[in-house]
C-alpha cells in the first residue's frame, strides 16, 4: 500500500496572504474614513490629508497625515494639551493665507484617530476572523 503526500502549504499560504493584504486595505480605508468624519473642519486641509498606505510585501498598514495640525489636533496645544504640557501663556501667530494675526491659548484636542482606532479596531478584527474562519 503506498501513501501519496500532497504539500499544499504554499497555496494556503498564498490564499492566507491574499486575506490578509485584501483586509488590510480594507481596515485601513474605514480606519481613514473614520478619522476623517471625526476630524474637525476648518479649511478642510487637514480632514483631507489624511490616507493609507499599505505595504503588501511586509503586511503593514501605515494610516495618518503628513499635516502638522493632525497633530495639535489629536493631541490639543497650549492650556488645552492633552498631557498638560502645553504653553501655558496666551500667543500669535499670523495666518499665512490671510497674513492676519491670531491671538490664542491653545485648541482643544479631538482626539480623532484615538477615536477611530477604538470604534474600527474591534469590527476589523472580528472581520478578519471571519474572513479566516471561511478557509474551512
Given at each position: 500500500?503506498?501513501?501519496?503526500f500532497?504539500?499544499?502549504?504554499?497555496?494556503?499560504?498564498?490564499?492566507?496572504?491574499?486575506?490578509?493584504?485584501a483586509?488590510?486595505?480594507?481596515?485601513s480605508?474605514?480606519?481613514?474614513?473614520?478619522?476623517?468624519?471625526?476630524t474637525?473642519?476648518?479649511?478642510?486641509?487637514?480632514?483631507?490629508?489624511?490616507?493609507?498606505?499599505?505595504?503588501?510585501?511586509?503586511?503593514?498598514?501605515?494610516?495618518?497625515?503628513?499635516?502638522?495640525?493632525?497633530?495639535?489636533?489629536?493631541?490639543?496645544?497650549?492650556?488645552?494639551?492633552?498631557?498638560?504640557?502645553?504653553?501655558?501663556?496666551?500667543?500669535?501667530?499670523?495666518?499665512?493665507?490671510?497674513?492676519?494675526?491670531?491671538?490664542?491659548?491653545?485648541?482643544?484636542?479631538?482626539?480623532?484617530?484615538?477615536?477611530?482606532?477604538?470604534?474600527?479596531?474591534?469590527?476589523?478584527?472580528k472581520?478578519?476572523?471571519?474572513?479566516?474562519?471561511?478557509?474551512?
Open positions: 500500500m503506498a501513501l501519496t500532497w504539500d499544499n502549504s504554499d497555496e494556503v499560504k498564498a490564499i492566507i496572504e491574499a486575506i490578509g493584504i483586509w488590510l486595505h480594507e481596515a480605508g474605514e480606519m481613514e474614513s473614520q478619522v476623517k468624519r471625526n474637525r473642519v476648518d479649511t478642510s486641509r487637514t480632514k483631507e490629508s489624511w490616507d493609507y498606505k499599505v505595504d503588501e510585501g511586509r503586511q503593514v498598514a501605515t494610516i495618518g497625515s503628513p499635516k502638522q495640525n493632525a497633530i495639535w489636533e489629536e493631541f490639543g496645544t497650549g492650556i488645552h494639551a492633552s498631557k498638560g504640557d502645553g504653553r501655558k501663556t496666551p500667543w500669535a501667530y499670523q495666518d499665512p493665507e490671510t497674513g492676519e494675526w491670531i491671538w490664542t491659548n491653545g485648541k482643544t484636542a479631538t482626539h480623532a484617530f484615538q477615536k477611530a482606532y477604538k470604534l474600527v479596531k474591534p469590527k476589523a478584527i472581520e478578519l476572523e471571519r474572513r479566516l474562519k471561511g478557509l474551512n
